[in-house]
DNA sequence: TTCAGTCAGTGAACACTGTTCATTATCCGA
DNA sequence: TCGGATAATGAACAGTGTTCACTGACTGAA
């Protein structure tokens, strides 16, 4: 079996080249504009082609996401070292946004339209585990903050807190994305706005206020 | 002109048929699912008919949602009278959270996709002035809370807090309306996301501890 | 070496989308 | 009564994602 090896091989070559033009057409123009027609054009292929290798456009876009998705999490991994609970939590908020600018079709895709997950086997079996699982690993932040005794009381339930910190920076993140450009509002910098909020959020949830973070 | 006036009204009325069959047909199955031929079917009409009356599909659906946009503007424009400028954010945060989980559909063109409105001179021309922009309401409440030093000196800047505080009731009702049924996380109802999320942001903003509102 | 079988890739089709346009039918003001 | 404006039609167009009978090259066994 030396060469249904190397047929495997050319198969996972394509299917890289499929993935490498798609993921180059979709962050230069979104996912909509950008036509399977045109992937495959652009690697001399048809579009039929495409569907030996993924079922269908969404499989596609899906996989790119989830690589993008991992990507957050190991960003977010090495903050395990981290004592501060508080303190991780607001280097993860920030990283966390970095992400989002820095991947806005991605994270457009993932975090600011329906749930591509549910049906995806490949995310789903990561979930609860915080080294992979980015939501699971700010749960525990928040649980050792509690535990610490550095949350108020209102705050003892460490999902309520992790539900309502990712709400705060997904609201920084998606608000930046979508409107940055827009003229309604004078944005300040997006770096202040991140920290503005980390430090209200932070400074409201603990009992005595955390330190303030310096902004980098 | 008493018939030409008929004529008007005539032509008024078909319009309001195909923005009413529409909006319908939007609210159940969202603004992708819904055809331009399903709506004008749902009246007996004919595809090309409609651009008897709106230039496109998009001119349509901006249409439905600035009445949207004004009928949130609305809600909150009662809250004027409260003289507690923290307390009317608090209410302005709740009655946003509202709104959103009352029309998703149109909270997700408004304000969950890039700006729509850059080109729309029908938004453009309520911009800035609070009765009729939510926006410029809620910074004039930002900026009484500092004229009256209500907020630690950090949050000094009305323009800074209104956007914080947006992004921050923001979040909470994005996630609320893409993975309210999402298994990933165990969520908390909305009601106490909203407060946690008041809670915490205000009380983060605030010299003294802010009176904590009493979930309704 | 030969030969059957697997299977990546093709190109033409399909159903569907938003949009355009010549043509019709209707009503209005003169 | 007539002539012009115009709302509505239905066929067409270009483009989308997707399917499928077909080709042609490579593989593994005889």
């Given at each position: 079996?030396?060469?249904?090896?190397?047929?495997?091989?050319?198969?996972?070559?394509?299917?890289?080249?499929?993935?490498?033009?798609?993921?180059?057409?979709?962050?230069?123009?979104?996912?909509?504009?950008?036509?399977?027609?045109?992937i495959?054009?652009?690697?001399?292929?048809?579009?039929?082609?495409?569907?030996?290798?993924?079922?269908?456009?969404?499989?596609?876009?899906?996989?790119?996401?989830?690589?993008?998705?991992?990507?957050?999490t190991?960003?977010?991994?090495?903050?395990?070292?981290?004592?501060?609970?508080?303190?991780?939590?607001?280097?993860?908020?920030?990283?966390?946004?970095?992400?989002?600018?820095?991947?806005?079709?991605?994270y457009?895709?993932?975090?600011?339209?329906?749930?591509?997950?549910?049906?995806?086997?490949?995310?789903?079996?990561?979930?609860?585990?915080?080294?992979?699982?980015?939501?699971?690993?700010?749960?525990?932040?928040?649980?050792q903050?509690?535990?610490?005794?550095r949350?108020?009381?209102?705050?003892?339930?460490?999902?309520l807190?992790?539900?309502?910190?990712?709400?705060?920076?997904?609201?920084?993140?998606?608000?930046e994305?979508?409107?940055?450009?827009?003229?309604?509002?004078?944005?300040?910098?997006?770096?202040?706005?991140?920290?503005?909020?980390?430090?209200?959020?932070?400074?409201?949830?603990?009992?005595?206020p955390?330190?303030?973070?310096?902004?980098?």
């Amino acid at each position: 079996m030396p060469s249904s090896d190397r047929r495997a091989r050319q198969r996972e070559q394509v299917r890289d080249r499929i993935l490498s033009a798609a993921r180059g057409l979709f962050a230069r123009h979104g996912f909509e504009a950008v036509t399977l027609r045109k992937i495959a054009a652009e690697i001399d292929y048809v579009a039929g082609a495409i569907y030996v290798h993924f079922r269908d456009k969404e499989e596609l876009i899906r996989t790119l996401c989830l690589a993008d998705f991992d990507s957050v999490t190991k960003t977010v991994a090495p903050m395990a070292k981290i004592a501060d609970p508080i303190e991780r939590m607001r280097r993860m908020g920030r990283a966390y946004v970095s992400f989002a600018l820095e991947h806005p079709n991605s994270y457009r895709l993932l975090f600011m339209q329906a749930s591509p997950y549910d049906h995806d086997a490949r995310a789903l079996e990561r979930r609860g585990d915080p080294r992979r699982d980015g939501y699971a690993f700010l749960k525990l932040a928040a649980q050792q903050a509690i535990e610490q005794g550095r949350m108020r009381r209102e705050f003892a339930d460490a999902e309520l807190v992790a539900e309502t910190f990712w709400a705060a920076v997904h609201g920084v993140a998606s608000i930046e994305i979508n409107f940055s450009g827009d003229a309604w509002v004078a944005w300040r910098p997006i770096r202040r706005r991140t920290e503005a909020m980390l430090d209200a959020l932070l400074a409201g949830m603990c009992v005595e206020p955390a330190k303030r973070g310096r902004s980098k």
